[in-house]
């Protein structure tokens, strides 16, 4: 069974549905919002190294980068069991990621990057969302609120997408 480690609550199509998902963030409520979507670990990176934790549960056999912090990129490349693969959905802050050459070919590392968007994905989300195997988690907002979302997204407290309606 693959153990799956996303960045975020997110669990994505580099994730097999039968695989053990876990995810790693700074915040209780997205922790929170991983575990109501399914996640089997948790882990709080603000109060665990998320490397030990996960190393601890044999190591992920695929992390998944969705954050631009490039020590989340180290940290996701340290938590891999050998074999592992690295997926980057998002790109490092400065534009350039650093890993040590040995680890990456002794262990068997591969690195990935992801592109999100093109047409034939959207239809295998589609796809994925009727066949009962997606959660879509928004939350509804009226027009004259858009200054309050901005203001809960730059603080952190946006835990869904947010959706206007005018």
Known sequence: MELCSTSNSSRTRHC????????TTIEDEKLDLARELGADHTVNSATTDPVAAIQ??????????????????????????????????????HGELSLPIFETVVGGISVLGSIVGTRKDLREV?????????????????????????????????????????
């Not at 097999?16 to 995810?23: E, G, K, N, Q, V």
């Open 126 to 166: 589609f796809a994925l969302h009727e066949a009962g195997r997606t959660t879509v988690s928004a939350v509804s907002r009226k027009l004259d609120e858009v200054n309050e979302c901005f203001d809960d997204l730059m603080g952190g407290r946006v835990t869904a997408r947010q959706v206007f309606e005018f």
């Open 56 to 93: 601890e549960l044999g190591g992920a056999d695929v992390a998944i980068v969705l954050a631009v912090i490039p020590s989340v990129f180290d940290q996701a490349f340290r938590s891999l069991r050998r074999g592992g693969r690295l997926v980057c959905v998002s790109m490092p802050a």
């Open 16 to 23: 097999p549905r039968s695989a053990h998902w876990r995810t």
